[in-house]
C-alpha cells in the first residue's frame, strides 16, 4: 500500500502563487507515477497533471498548462505541484494520487485525503 498526505493549500489572491506537496509512505514510491487531481465544489474531480516514475515526462489539463508545474523526489518520496498565476476556477480540493504503473496512465491505485486551495478574486 501506499500512503499520501498532501499539504501546502491556503487561500491566496488571484495572480498569487502556492506549492503543494504530496509526501507518500509504503510501498516503493518511484515505481508509480503521481498525478494532482482538483475537485470544485459542486463539481466531478478532475485531472490537473501527472508525472512519470522517473520524473522525465509530464502531462497537464489544458487550463493549467504554463501556469501549473507538476515534479518529484524519489529521495524524499515527494511530489509536487507548483501553482503560478492562480485564478479564482482554480479553487477547490487538490488530491495527489499514485498511479498504476510507472508511466503515465489513467488509472490510480492510491489517494490522498486532499487540500483545500481558494483563490479570492
Known amino acids: 500500500q501506499v500512503q499520501l498526505v498532501e499539504s501546502g493549500g491556503g487561500l491566496v489572491q488571484a495572480g498569487g502563487s502556492l506549492r503543494l506537496s504530496c509526501a507518500a509512505s509504503?510501498?516503493?514510491?518511484?515505481?508509480?507515477?503521481m498525478g494532482w487531481f482538483r475537485q470544485a465544489p459542486g463539481k466531478e474531480r478532475e485531472f490537473v497533471a501527472a508525472i512519470s516514475w522517473s520524473g522525465g515526462v509530464t502531462n497537464y489539463a489544458g487550463s493549467v498548462k504554463g501556469r501549473f508545474t507538476i515534479s518529484r523526489d524519489n529521495a524524499k518520496n515527494t511530489v509536487y505541484l507548483q501553482m503560478n498565476s492562480l485564478k479564482p476556477e482554480d479553487t477547490g480540493v487538490y488530491y495527489c494520487?499514485?498511479?498504476?504503473?510507472?508511466?503515465?496512465?489513467?488509472?490510480?491505485?492510491?489517494w490522498g485525503q486532499g487540500t483545500q486551495v481558494t483563490v479570492s478574486s
Open positions: 509504503g510501498r516503493t514510491f518511484s515505481r508509480n507515477a
Open positions: 494520487a499514485a498511479g498504476h504503473v510507472a508511466t503515465i496512465d489513467p488509472r490510480y491505485d492510491y
